[in-house]
């Protein structure tokens, strides 16, 4: 059967919600590209200011009258303890050093460009630690540092180190849920059902008309956020190569993608909107706790210190690796479709009122359930790789295995009730009378 007529029917019904949030993450990004751009224009314009130049003058004099003070109390008391304290309450102590030499204490203060703001003229800069110092390096640039800079739009957040990281990823979870999940409470699933087309043609058509509009409305967001950055931000201060800005855009809409996929599946599995909300919400909150266990245990085996990188990009941050996190999350997303398909060859209205429309698969999510929380809980192993950030103490892993156990058990539970609330209620029903 031609499928251009269907086409236009599930359009038809997806295009309030994909066009709702189509022109609500075009119109973010342009307000987001100009805010952020605007600060960095501002404060360009203060650190050659008059007001700038006299504030760091006084600034200076208030150092060193802070200096003069701490070496009169010394002069005073003669105890570093107290002195210290005394540092403290008046002073930043990371900015004081003592000179055994001269026996004096010194107040350093920071350079013109780091009291205004300007560190560094450049978008993107590397921070570290030099002493008591901080040193803006503009050449050593990663993705974590591209992340953290605020000027990107679709990395506002984080970029691997969970899947609900930004308005990217929550719009295409609302459109996977809500348009299957809705035409089902609505009858309109059913209503295709009878137009004599097949399954599967009805899928593809809802995801054609729903999926590839949002992405393109998000390479539009995107391409709106970097026209806005390279238009009003001299070229020469935007030092993050181009070509790698656009993959690492692509990597977004993998992600995005992959989490579409995710909203498309639990959408069609079920059937109560309250539950199967909290549902989706607690799978995410779970996968953010676990993606972070994975990201620990990747930085560790890749040999970086804990903090390093705070996403999968950032820790294999080459276009060999970007390209083998993407594929893996392709796979993920296809095997969701197929996934997605099946229960769809499958659905009926026989188990409507149910939290899952389809029995066979109430084991399985209580066993995946009963497991996959206290992964999610109980999954960082960083104390083992990084003991000196994570003492533990002989009784912990008892500790540890009992609640892991405890957790397994209120969850299955809990997942128990959630399959049989009909009987539940039938139950409360009877020890009512």
């Not at 050659?48 to 600034?59: L, P, R, T």
């Not at 309450?89 to 026996?103: C, E, L, R």
């Not at 210190?305 to 083998?324: H, M, P």
Request: a positive charge; hydrophobic letters at 45%.
């Amino acid at each position: 059967m031609n499928t251009s007529h269907l086409i236009k029917i599930t359009w038809q019904r997806s295009k309030a919600i994909v066009l709702i949030l189509g022109f609500l993450l075009v119109f973010f990004s342009v307000v987001y590209s100009t805010q952020q751009t605007n600060a960095w224009i501002r404060n360009q314009n203060y650190a050659k200011s008059k007001v700038a130049k006299q504030s760091y003058q006084n600034y200076l004099q208030a150092q060193k009258s802070t200096e003069k003070k701490i070496n009169q109390k010394y002069k005073e008391s003669q105890n570093q303890a107290d002195i210290w304290k005394y540092i403290s309450s008046i002073s930043d102590s990371s900015q004081v050093t003592f000179d055994q030499k001269t026996n004096h204490f010194n107040v350093k203060a920071d350079s013109y460009k780091s009291f205004t703001g300007d560190g560094s003229q450049y978008l993107f800069t590397q921070y570290s630690l030099d002493g008591n110092h901080t040193v803006r390096n503009p050449q050593k640039i990663t993705v974590t540092t591209v992340e953290h800079s605020g000027f990107i739009f679709a990395l506002k957040a984080s970029l691997g180190q969970a899947f609900t990281f930004n308005l990217f990823t929550i719009f295409f979870i609302i459109a996977g849920f809500a348009l299957c999940f809705w035409d089902y409470k609505s009858n309109f699933t059913l209503l295709l059902f009878s137009s004599g087309y097949c399954r599967k043609d009805l899928l593809k058509s809802k995801i054609k008309t729903s999926l590839f509009p949002l992405l393109a409305f998000s390479v539009v967001a995107m391409g709106v956020n970097l026209a806005i950055l390279y238009a009003r931000i001299p070229h020469q201060y935007i030092n993050y190569p181009f070509e790698k800005l656009l993959a690492l855009h692509l990597c977004v809409l993998v992600i995005a993608t992959v989490n579409y996929f995710i909203g498309l599946f639990v959408g069609l599995i079920v059937g109560q909107v309250l539950t199967g909300l909290l549902s989706l919400c607690g799978f995410y909150f779970g996968l953010t706790l676990i993606l972070e266990n994975i990201l620990n245990l990747a930085g560790y085996l890749s040999g970086q210190k804990q903090g390093t990188a705070d996403n999968l990009y950032g820790i294999f941050d080459s276009y060999a690796g970007w390209l083998v996190i993407s594929i893996i999350l392709l796979i993920i997303g296809i095997i969701l479709y197929f996934a997605a398909q099946k229960a769809y060859q499958h659905l009926s209205l026989e188990e409507r009122n149910n939290y899952l429309l389809f029995p066979k698969l109430r084991i399985p999510l209580i066993v995946f359930a009963t497991l996959f929380v206290p992964l999610a809980i109980f999954g960082n192993l960083s104390y083992l790789y990084y003991p000196e950030f994570y003492p533990i103490d002989p009784p912990f892993i008892g500790h540890r295995i009992i609640k892991i156990l405890i957790t397994m058990g209120i969850t299955a539970f809990a997942m128990i009730l959630l399959n049989n609330q009909q009987k539940v209620y039938q139950w409360i029903s009877k020890m009512s009378k």
